[in-house]
Each structure stands twice: as structure tokens, then as C-alpha cells.
């Protein structure tokens, strides 16, 4: 006779931008047989909202606030998040740390030339600063207003790695990323990336760089806002 038991385990799953939309919440407590993957959560979360299957193999995971492959292991406790494209994950994970650097976010207005002179250093003459905000037309299309939602923990972490790449990368002194989460009326800002350097031409560089690999990376999600209807954008303009 056996006496064994199969061990069924928790883990709290949290939904974000169009997926939390699907789900029609922010988050579960989705019990599993362990030993247990990434990819077994994966079919039973898509059993219970076959709307993710819209996503197909674009979908995203993280197991506690890291990109995971469907092989991970998961366990008790563990908290697993969903999300549709960033749209990748990176795969650079760097030990440099600038100690004037600074990685944000917040709810409140910005105020983009405080972020520019936050960090003035001897040895750099300039700081290259990207004021990204809010626009009212997209693809002729009028925009009332925009609300981002963030992977908070998460988004701080992927900024971090991005500024330690990009000092890996470009002769820069220093970076700084604030980013601006909930509701924006057109016109405001919405990101912030400061770069100062001792030669401008690699600020310049870097921070076309950061911007690229932040949409493409940190989980931060943008939902346009219109007079007739609202969507989560997929993959960042």
C-alpha cells in the first residue's frame, strides 16, 4: 500500500495590463501539484482564462521579479507574475553600480529639469536628458488620456540592470531613470532618462540606448485612453 501523498503547493499569481484585463483581476492564489514548472502553471492558468491563449508565445513570466524559461521550478510561496509583451526580457545581468545613479518611479508630476540637474559632475560638462510625454494623436487617433501601470519591484530592478549595461557599454559618469505611473493628461510627462558623460556623444548614445531597451524590457505597461474605447498598448512605440 502506499501511503505517499501528492504535495500540492501555492503560489500567488499577479496579472498585468492586458492579461489583467482577461482575468478580470490583479491577482490569484493558483494551487498546483509539485513538483511543479513554470510551464505546468502556464496550462492551468490557461485553462481557467483561455483568453490569455490570445497572446500566444508572447506572454510573459516572471518567478519572484525575474524573467523565468518554462523549465523553472516553482514552489510554495513563490510569486509568479503575467504579463503580455514588454515585449522581451533581458538576459544581461550586470554588477556595476554608480553610486550617483538613480532608478524611479512615481505618481506625481515630474519636473523634468530637476531630474536633468540632479547629479552635476566635475568631470562631465553636460547632461543629456529624454522627456518622453504624453501625445494627444496616435495613428490619427485622439487620445483623451494615458494610464501606465508598473511591476513595481520589478521595473526598479530591470532599470538598474539597464543602467549597470549601460555603463558596461558607453564612457557615461553617470545615469538616471524616472518613470511615471497612473493616469497622465496629454502634455505630461511620463519618463524621464538623464545621461551625463565626460564627452557628449556617448550621453547622446546611451540614452537612445536606455529608452530602446526600457520599452523593450521593464515591465511597465501603457493603456491609451479614448472618447469611444481604450487599449493596452502591446509591444512599446
Known amino acids: 500500500m502506499n501511503n505517499s501523498e501528492d504535495k500540492t503547493i501555492s503560489v500567488r499569481v499577479l496579472f498585468f495590463g492586458g492579461a489583467k484585463d ?44 525575474e524573467y523565468a524559461d518554462p523549465d523553472k521550478t ?19 545581468v ?39 510625454y504624453a501625445r494627444k494623436w496616435t495613428a490619427g487617433r485622439e487620445t483623451e488620456y494615458l494610464v501606465y501601470e508598473a511591476y513595481e519591484p520589478m521595473a526598479l530592478s530591470e532599470m538598474e540592470k539597464l543602467g549597470a549595461a549601460a555603463h558596461k557599454q558607453f564612457e557615461i559618469a553617470h545615469v538616471g531613470i524616472v518613470h511615471r505611473t497612473g493616469r497622465l493628461e496629454i502634455g505630461e510627462t511620463s519618463v524621464v532618462i538623464a545621461v551625463s558623460a565626460p564627452h557628449r556623444r556617448a550621453a547622446f548614445q546611451a540614452c537612445e540606448w536606455l529608452i530602446k531597451e526600457l520599452k ?9 485612453v479614448f472618447q469611444d474605447g481604450e487599449v493596452w498598448v502591446e509591444g512599446k512605440d
Open 22 to 65: 482577461i482575468t478580470g483581476t490583479s491577482s490569484i492564489e493558483l494551487s498546483i501539484s509539485a513538483p511543479a514548472s513554470l510551464a505546468d502553471a502556464k496550462t492551468l492558468l490557461i485553462e481557467r482564462f483561455p483568453g490569455l491563449e490570445r497572446f500566444g508565445r508572447s506572454l510573459l513570466f516572471a518567478v519572484n521579479q
Open 74 to 92: 516553482i514552489d510554495s510561496h513563490d510569486e509568479l507574475a503575467v504579463f503580455p509583451p514588454v515585449s522581451g526580457g533581458s538576459e544581461t
Open 94 to 132: 550586470c554588477d556595476y553600480r554608480c553610486p550617483h545613479d538613480f532608478f524611479e518611479l512615481t505618481t506625481d508630476v515630474i519636473a523634468v529639469g530637476a531630474v536633468a540637474r540632479r547629479v552635476v559632475l566635475p568631470e562631465c560638462g553636460a547632461t543629456v536628458t529624454l522627456d518622453g
Open 216 to 224: 523593450r524590457t521593464v515591465p511597465i505597461w501603457k493603456k491609451e
